[in-house]
């Protein structure tokens, strides 16, 4: 399964909103009834964390300006009010199916 | 608190191999399937291999099959990847990430996926 995310990059003013959009080549929706799709965040010199699993839960200790829609093959990563903090490349991920994929990522730089 | 703490990178020669090992901490080892995900330098993320809780079922990235192989003690608590025939391609910087629990939502059940991140240990492929 091929991810494209858009945009490439985004720079976004401190207190605005930054929204990433993630493309997936096929539907996400597994056997199971769930749908496995993820946003990760990597903050300049660390490693990715989860943020977002299954389109929309947040993971403990995220703060609520990241939220996760979408549905199918079409997936939105919205970070309202950005914060310095936010500064990073973000990821979309499918677990529906092996090989795990992610999209290219998208740099969220502040202007 | 959740830990997993990669080893064993460093700088090898094409044709090559490396050993790299995870130690998880912090929760039971033996209940959790585990990945190990690569960056290249300046690079996106690309899943390479997972495995399941108990080293029964293998899957890997086609960039690896028939080079790379995953294994797991779960007594130790241990995770390795086994890299042969390496090429410069293989550089970057290696990732143990566990899957998490299996939860509940008013769906029913669903997976967690790499729900937890080691800081990674870079791999250099160079003559």
């Known amino acids: 399964i091929v991810m494209t995310q858009t945009p490439l990059s985004s720079r976004v003013t401190l207190g605005q909103s930054a929204s990433i959009s993630c493309r997936s080549s096929?539907?996400?929706?597994?056997?199971?009834?769930?749908?496995?799709l993820s946003w990760l965040q990597q903050r300049p010199g660390q490693p990715p964390r989860l943020l977002i699993y299954?389109?929309?839960n947040r993971l403990s200790g995220v703060p609520d300006r990241f939220s996760g829609s979408g549905a199918g093959t079409d997936f939105t990563l919205k970070i309202s009010r950005v914060e310095a903090e936010d500064v990073g490349i973000y990821y979309c991920?499918?677990?529906?199916?092996?090989?795990?994929?992610f999209g290219g990522g998208t740099k969220v730089e502040i202007k | 608190e959740v830990q997993v703490v990669e080893s064993g990178g460093g700088l090898v020669q094409p044709g090559g191999s490396l050993r790299l090992s995870c130690e998880g901490s912090?929760?039971?080892?033996?209940?959790?399937?585990m990945n190990w995900v690569r960056q290249a330098p300046g690079k996106g993320l690309e899943w390479v291999s997972h495995?399941?809780?108990?080293?029964?079922?293998?899957q890997y990235a086609d960039s690896v099959k028939g080079r790379f192989t995953i294994s797991r003690d779960n007594a130790k608590n241990l995770l390795y990847l086994q890299m042969n025939s390496l090429k410069a391609e293989d550089t970057a910087v290696y990732y143990c990430?566990?899957?998490?629990?299996?939860?509940?939502?008013?769906?029913?059940?669903?997976?967690?996926?790499?729900?937890?991140w080691g800081q990674g240990t870079l791999v250099t492929v160079s003559s």
């Open positions: 990430v566990r899957d998490g629990p299996i939860l509940y939502d008013s769906s029913g059940y669903f997976f967690l996926y790499f729900d937890h």
């Open positions: 912090g929760f039971t080892f033996s209940d959790h399937e």
């Open positions: 495995i399941s809780s108990s080293g029964e079922t293998k």
């Open positions: 096929q539907s996400l929706v597994h056997s199971d009834g769930n749908t496995y």
């Open positions: 299954k389109i929309s």
């Open positions: 991920m499918q677990g529906t199916q092996f090989p795990r994929t």
